[in-house]
């Protein structure tokens, strides 16, 4: 008859099992619990990079494919704020 060998999780279990209901360790539970800190966990989102921004990305991710022109215009756009003028509009 072949007999199963334990792996050591399951003698340290056993072993657990076996030290509950031993008495000798009641004498030891106060220092136990005093012993044992406990942090609570928690799951959280975390922004782990930024993608490059571009015209063209935003014409892309935000024009939903409406104005073929859109990053020109933005390309425009962004040259006048970056240099602190505004765009008059041709009546």
């Not at 003698?11 to 009641?26: E, L, P, R």
């Not at 490059?52 to 409406?66: D, E, K, L």
Request: charged share 25%; aromatic share 10%.
């Amino acid at each position: 008859m072949a007999t199963l060998s334990k792996s050591g999780f399951e003698k340290w279990q056993d072993g657990i099992s076996k030290a509950a209901g031993d008495s000798k360790w009641n004498a030891w539970d106060c220092d136990l619990r005093r012993a044992v800190k406990y942090q609570r966990t928690s799951i959280q989102q975390v922004i782990i990079g930024w993608r490059p921004i571009s015209t063209s990305m935003v014409a892309h991710r935000y024009n939903g494919g409406g104005d073929p022109n859109y990053a020109k215009k933005l390309d425009f756009a962004l040259s006048l704020i970056r240099k602190g003028k505004e765009a008059s509009c041709v009546r």
